[in-house]
């Protein structure tokens, strides 16, 4: 019999994860299931690895974008990595956005099992990342938005921190290096991104597709306050050809330094820090999903 581990964060969904569990298990009758709860950062993780040496068929990863990427950092590196399965229950979840994953937990749930396609990794220095890489005081501000503020404010608790940080306009000296180019800029924000939602909106990178193995690298220069508001609405809406603070360019390995301590918001978190190298691995894990 197929084996299949699910990993449930219960601090997500508004702390209601655990009430899927009995759905889950029914949809995937014909597997044999182990299930297992996170209590706190790193167990994802330590699971999804297991489930990989131990020669799982599937992981499913129950919660937000957090859980989801502490599971795909345990089976990356992997050389036997399960068909992953997501349940989203976050407030952004644009990895499963991205994937033409029902954020409708029930409707998610009924893909389990069922097709599957392959995705795009990112790996920036040793860690992976599924969607975004964000540098910048807007990004620390985003990745400072603590799982009470999540449960209590959803995703406003971005837009009140991300508004926040604009308006103190903290800027950045950063290095760029991509397809052999280099760009010396005073940020606002640089993302790199790997799908067509970028915390949960559109239009920013339309083009991109989960598998077609590139980096989306914009760069956001910091701009006087009166421009602020037009640069990110330009940002937002993917007008970025006529706008000057905006520089866009697609690249598979993009290298990040900057003479000044910086962190990286990684997914949605702050794991790491510059300097940084990041690639793309190419169709690296397969996902259900309804594409
Ligand atoms: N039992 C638990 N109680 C509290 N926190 C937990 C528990 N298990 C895991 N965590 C933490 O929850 C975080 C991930 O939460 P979640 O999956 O909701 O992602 P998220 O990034 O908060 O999602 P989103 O931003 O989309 O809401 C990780 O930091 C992890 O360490």
């Known amino acids: 019999m197929k084996k299949c581990m699910v990993i449930i964060n219960p601090s997500s969904g508004k702390e209601k994860a655990l009430e899927y569990e009995k759905k889950i298990i029914a949809q995937l009758h014909n597997y044999e299931v182990v299930m297992k709860e996170t209590m706190g950062e790193g167990d994802a993780t330590r699971y999804a690895k297991k489930a990989c040496d131990e020669n799982y068929d599937t992981v499913i990863l129950v919660g937000g974008d957090g859980t989801l990427n502490e599971g795909i950092n345990g089976i990356a590196e992997q050389p036997h990595r399960p068909v992953v399965g997501i349940v ?7 990895f499963a956005r991205a994937l033409n994953i029902s954020l409708d937990p029930d409707e998610a749930i009924a893909l ?8 795009d990794i990112g790996k920036v220095n040793d860690i992976y990342f599924t969607n975004i890489i964000a540098i910048g005081s807007l990004a620390e501000a985003v990745g400072e938005v603590s799982v009470e503020q999540k449960t209590s404010l959803g995703a406003l608790a971005y837009l009140f921190e991300g508004v926040k940080a604009a308006i103190e306009n903290d800027s950045c000296n950063i290095v760029i290096t991509a397809n052999g180019q280099t760009y010396k800029e005073d940020i606002m924000i640089f993302i790199c991104v790997l799908t067509n939602s970028v915390g949960s909106f559109r239009q920013i990178n339309e083009d991109a597709d989960t598998s077609d193995g590139l980096l989306h690298g914009f760069i956001v220069k910091s ?10 609405k330009n940002l937002i809406t993917g007008n970025h050809e006529k706008d000057d603070n905006i520089t866009k360019f697609d690249a598979q390995e993009i290298q990040i330094k900057a003479d000044q301590p910086l962190a990286l918001n990684v997914d949605g978190d702050l794991i790491s820090q510059l300097p940084a190298k990041i690639s793309v691995l190419h169709n690296h894990i397969e996902f259900y999903c309804n594409n």
């Open 88 to 94: 989203p229950l976050g407030t952004v979840n644009d």
């Open 112 to 119: 389990l099992g069922g097709r599957t396609r392959k995705a």
């Open 223 to 232: 701009t006087n306050t009166l421009q602020v508001v037009g640069t990110a």
